[in-house]
């Protein structure tokens, strides 16, 4: 039987990254802590991010995974924007992206945005990003600074229409994203081909928050979880309302983590408006592995005041950590033998 043991709570925590080997930590004073090694560098961040073996924060600093600076000249005022493949993209200001080469660490291009209208979605490969204007999606080369194909929504849609959150997915060489009219009377998950803006399929079967994970697309809805193959457009559901009727929970994708085959998610009690209920499901198995409540004070009654609100969950092989507010909780995998 596995069971996860908390292991360490730490405090007035602002952001974390999970990695396979080590824990960082952000706290609200700014300073960039390695749980494992036991150091600390000052920052002026408010947000860490991950990159190959980097940790990457808005104050322009890059560290490695043991902490040591990595010094580099980077224009004043920019901050990292997006990332993917070998590249690094960053905006100056609003009116000048820097595409930046990880591997030379140099600037690799500088883009004049000043008369730029919209907003960069995300990488496709090392030369072309994906923008959107609110009324299109065109994939733009940051080399050529030309315009490779555009789709305009209201081709679909007939009418105004945006996509969800700016959230645009790539994978197989395809785009993927779900888009609604301003009143949200229509509505449309694309599959484009990355190439040509070719619409390859819409469906309305899945939607809303879409994530990526081995080259899959997941939505995690309430008591089930669909998968789409972009590869030949076909969309897997996985019922888990068995499940999730024996527990009396509703699954939920504000926070959704993989790693290894293994989901993790957020739940919530049948009910309750909380989420603060965390849950392992096996993808090959399809099966679920284990719940854990998170309480204010588990001595208490578990009610509705007692309940913590989840903010975030990482996990590698042994750890499982879990945000809650500015705290973080840190359990670790114990094989617990079967009485």
């Known amino acids: 039987m596995i069971k996860y043991l908390l292991k360490s709570k730490i405090e007035s925590i602002r952001d974390f990254i999970l990695t396979d080997t080590y824990i960082f930590t952000l706290d609200i004073d700014s300073v960039l802590y390695n749980e494992t ?48 493949y070998d590249s690094y993209i960053f905006l100056n200001n609003s009116t000048s992206m820097f595409l930046y080469n990880f591997e030379e660490r140099s600037i690799k291009k500088q883009i004049d945005f000043s008369n730029y209208e919209g907003g960069i979605i995300c990488l496709v490969d090392n030369e072309n990003t994906l923008i959107d204007n609110g009324k299109n999606i065109y994939l733009y080369n940051l080399l050529s600074e030309k315009t ?28 993927i994203f779900f888009a609604h009219t301003e009143d949200w009377s229509n509505y449309a998950t694309f599959v484009l081909d990355a190439q040509t803006g070719e619409v390859l399929f819409t469906t309305q079967e899945m939607g809303m928050k879409l994530i990526t994970y081995n080259d899959f697309v997941y939505q995690i809805q309430r008591k089930a979880i669909k998968i789409l193959d972009p590869k030949n457009l076909k969309i897997e559901t996985i019922d888990v309302s068995t499940y999730c009727d024996e527990q009396s929970i509703f699954l939920d994708d ?23 209920i965390w ?47 500015d705290n973080l909780y840190v359990f670790e995998k114990q094989d617990i033998e079967s009485k």
């Open 37 to 84: 090694l036991k150091k600390s560098v000052e920052t002026t961040t408010t947000n860490i991010r991950r990159f190959k073996n980097y940790i990457l924060t808005y104050s322009n600093n890059f560290y490695d995974y043991n902490l040591n600076r990595n010094t580099y000249n980077v224009p004043n005022e920019c901050f990292f924007y997006d990332l993917g």
């Open 148 to 175: 490779i194909w555009q789709y305009d929504l209201e081709t679909y849609f007939h009418q105004p229409a945006q996509i969800m959150e700016g959230r645009v997915l790539v994978s197989n060489n395809k785009i």
């Open 254 to 276: 504000h926070t959704v983590f993989f790693y290894k085959d293994k989901l993790y998610t957020l739940a919530r009690g049948q009910g309750s408006d909380v989420y603060n």
């Open 279 to 325: 849950v392992i499901f096996n993808l090959k198995t399809q099966l679920f592995e284990y719940r854990e409540d998170m309480f204010i004070n588990p001595k208490k009654k578990k009610d509705e005041k007692n309940k913590i609100f989840i903010n975030d969950i990482q996990a590698n092989d042994n750890l499982v950590a879990i945000r809650c507010s």
